[in-house]
């Protein structure tokens, strides 16, 4: 029969990164709840959507969660409800007692609120992973890795595996991340600082996007396990485990090439402010695209939108090369290319108003390329 008490902000922060691998519209409806797993120096929280599980361990050492077990045990409790319940409590500390099978009471000031439980034994169990020799990476530099590469990863369900961000380590220390929708393509490698044993793994760009909403850059460090069909993210207080994607990636450095018959270098920061105010005009037709018009003089952005009105803005380069051309393309896919680009300058070169263009950054044109398709028109 569990009975602890803890600070209730402590627990609710807890609980709030718990809730996270929790959706709302679980098919399984015992995976609505939160496991709580109560042992004498320690309170684990459990969440998963199935796809995606989240481990919150809180310690009685930590001394911030103010944590106390008299009496330990484990039960299920509806996540959303049990939340906005302990939210609403009165004071700094509670008190958590089951006071019958699959019943608990909660205790805080002057107010006393009955819950019911579940048996923790209809909670399908994670799956057990092999622990040892763990890839170590630093959470800052694999979440910047996400922030350059998931965006470019499709949100369309009929290829399942562009929904995902291929990872491949080679030579014990190389690591390269990259992620299509077949539209574009974001393209980032690597050094690490330590080796590890080489992998080929397409890991769930929503999973991705968790795993930085739920590791703070506080953590400084996470360990990285993988089997064949997950993958667990480890810290000291969070065990982060996600679902592997199945099937082959497509080979995606054939769509790479050095060749180039126009190259424009701009600013990052004043490019991407003229195609958001494109953007504008652009979103309000369907389909609509940007006419980027390049001569020896000058480089002009055009929007035609019958129904709102039209831009033709002329863009400042810092540098350009090579012949004329006019080409089109979704303003919304440079957008997002230049927001994942970290340098003050990009360099663009195109082929042909037909091929794929490529962006680089000025300072780091060997590890980060992007691709985009242009669109064909009239």
Do not use: C, W
């Amino acid at each position: 029969m569990i009975h602890f008490s803890i600070n209730k902000a402590f627990f609710l922060q807890a609980l709030n990164a718990t809730k996270r691998a929790i959706s709302s519209k679980n098919a399984i409806p015992i995976l609505s709840s939160f496991k709580i797993e109560v042992n004498k120096d320690a309170i684990t929280l459990t969440g998963s959507n199935g796809q995606i599980s989240i481990e919150t361990i809180i310690s009685s050492n930590n001394e911030d969660a103010g944590l106390l077990v008299s009496q330990t045990g484990a039960i299920l409790l509806e996540a959303n409800f049990f939340t906005n319940i302990v939210s609403s409590l009165p004071d700094i500390i509670f008190e958590f007692k089951e006071i019958e099978q699959q019943q608990v009471l909660l205790v805080s000031g002057k107010s006393e609120i009955t819950l019911k439980g579940k048996d923790v034994s209809h909670y399908p169990r994670l799956q057990e992973m092999e622990t040892s020799q763990p890839l170590v990476l630093k959470t800052e530099l694999f979440k910047t890795l996400i922030s350059e590469t998931a965006f470019a990863a499709s949100h369309q369900e009929s290829r399942p595996i562009l929904t995902g961000v291929h990872f491949t380590l080679t030579n014990n220390n190389e690591l390269k991340a990259v992620a299509t929708d077949s539209h574009r393509l974001s393209q980032r490698k690597m050094t690490l600082d330590k080796t590890s044993a080489n992998f080929d793994v397409v890991i769930p760009s929503k999973s991705l996007r968790e795993f930085s909403s739920v590791f703070s850059d506080a953590v400084e460090t996470i360990e990285v396990f993988f089997s064949d069909s997950q993958m667990l993210f480890r810290s000291d207080t969070i065990n982060f485990y996600t679902r592997l994607l199945e099937g082959n990636y497509p080979d995606t450095d054939r769509l790479l090439t050095n060749q180039s018959e126009t190259t424009l270098v701009f600013s990052t920061g004043a490019l991407r402010q003229a195609m958001e105010r494109a953007f504008l005009v652009s979103n309000a037709t369907q389909n609509g695209t940007v006419k980027l018009e390049i001569t020896s003089q000058k480089v002009t952005a055009h929007v035609n939108s019958p129904e709102v009105g039209k831009v033709n803005e002329e863009l400042d380069v810092l540098e350009s090369s090579g012949s004329d051309l006019t080409i089109s393309f979704n303003p919304t896919y440079l957008i997002e290319s230049l927001k994942a680009l970290k340098s003050e300058t990009v360099e663009i070169h195109f082929i042909s108003p037909v091929r794929p263009f490529t962006l680089l950054p000025a300072d780091d044109k060997e590890n980060f390329i992007q691709l985009i398709t242009p669109v064909r028109t009239n």
